[in-house]
């Protein structure tokens, strides 16, 4: 099982980026796809989530409206689209999956990305 993160750059303040997510190595139905975000000397903390059959998604509250996280079961990836980016958004981004709401199990290598200002 494997969850490869790309798609990470250096981006100035107001930019977008996309990010992907190819889930390989098993079936993924019933599963939740999620990422999450750390930035340095902070704690890891989730950005949204999508469920893999129905394509579900929700967000916290500070990526409402910027971010999209959508999925192509064809291609096994997840993407997450990051609009208005703000240094504040500085941090390594992971994708993740469960099949327990809340109890990520898989988890990515994560992919770094930089806002300037």
């Known amino acids: 099982v494997q969850l490869q993160a790309s798609g990470g750059g250096l981006v100035q303040a107001g930019g977008s980026l996309r990010l992907s997510c190819v889930a390989s190595?098993?079936?993924?139905?019933?599963?939740?796809m999620g990422w999450f975000r750390q930035a340095p000397g902070k704690e890891r903390e989730h950005v949204g989530s999508?469920?893999?059959?129905?394509?579900?998604?929700m967000y916290v509250n500070y990526a409402k409206g910027r971010f999209t996280i959508s999925r192509d079961i064809a291609k096994n990836t997840v993407y997450l689209d990051m609009n208005n980016l703000t240094p504040g958004d500085t941090a390594v981004y992971y994708c993740?999956?469960?099949?327990?709401?809340?109890?990520?199990?898989?988890w990515g290598q994560g992919t770094q990305v930089t806002v300037s200002s």
């Open positions: 999508i469920t893999w059959l129905g394509g579900h998604a």
């Open positions: 190595g098993r079936d993924w139905s019933g599963h939740v």
């Open positions: 993740a999956a469960t099949a327990v709401p809340g109890e990520y199990e898989y």
